[in-house]
């Protein structure tokens, strides 16, 4: 979990949350076995977190236990290249300047084009989503069914509404 700038790939990542949207600095590490958040990122953010069953300790490249020490707490997050999106946990570390790190599972999951020379990502950007933004978006679906079965009720033609991209 460790970042030199020139030798790694960092992207900015829209992260989005309930009341708002943010830009994060992300590292992609496919050395880093899993997903990573870094705690102050979390605590900044107001995430909520889950205990580990099992807690990891957790190394750094250079061998030296993280500053951290034994990770006890992780969260899920929505990951989103494109049209892909998958649920994925991100453990709770102390990363230094780093945000975020998308690891192996990650790569795994997404498989993205990478430019090694250019240490540029191709593609689609990544977005993350918090569960708070999934149920807003999922809120807002239910609002226009109840507006249209109302609309039907009274015979009255429904308003078409703008609905999000992802649900037409």
């Known amino acids: 979990m460790y970042s030199i700038k020139e030798d790694s790939i960092t992207v900015p990542i829209d992260l989005c949350m309930w009341h708002k949207k943010t830009k994060v600095?992300?590292?992609?590490?496919?050395?880093?076995?899993?997903?990573?958040?870094?705690?102050?990122t979390l605590e900044k953010l107001g995430m909520g977190t889950?205990?580990?069953?099992?807690?990891?300790?957790?190394?750094?490249?250079?061998?030296?236990?993280?500053q951290?020490?034994?990770?006890?707490?992780?969260?899920?997050?929505?990951?989103?290249k494109g049209q892909e999106k998958k649920k994925q946990w991100f453990f709770i570390a102390n990363l230094g300047r780093d945000h975020l790190i998308l690891g192996h599972p990650w790569f795994q999951a997404f498989n993205p084009r990478i430019n090694w020379v250019k240490n540029e990502l191709e593609g689609e950007n990544v977005i993350?989503?918090?569960?708070?933004?999934?149920?807003?978006?999922?809120?807002?679906?239910?609002?226009?069914?109840?507006?249209?079965?109302?609309?039907a009720a009274q015979n009255k033609p429904a308003q078409t509404p703008e609905i999000p991209e992802e649900y037409q």
């Open 68 to 80: 951290a020490g034994t990770i006890t707490k992780y969260c899920n997050l929505y990951v989103k």
């Open 128 to 151: 993350i989503e918090m569960a708070g933004y999934q149920s807003k978006k999922t809120m807002q679906i239910d609002n226009i069914a109840q507006q249209w079965a109302e609309c």
């Open 25 to 40: 600095e992300t590292l992609l590490d496919c050395g880093a076995t899993k997903n990573f958040i870094n705690a102050q």
């Open 50 to 66: 889950h205990l580990l069953q099992h807690p990891r300790t957790v190394q750094n490249v250079n061998g030296m236990e993280n």
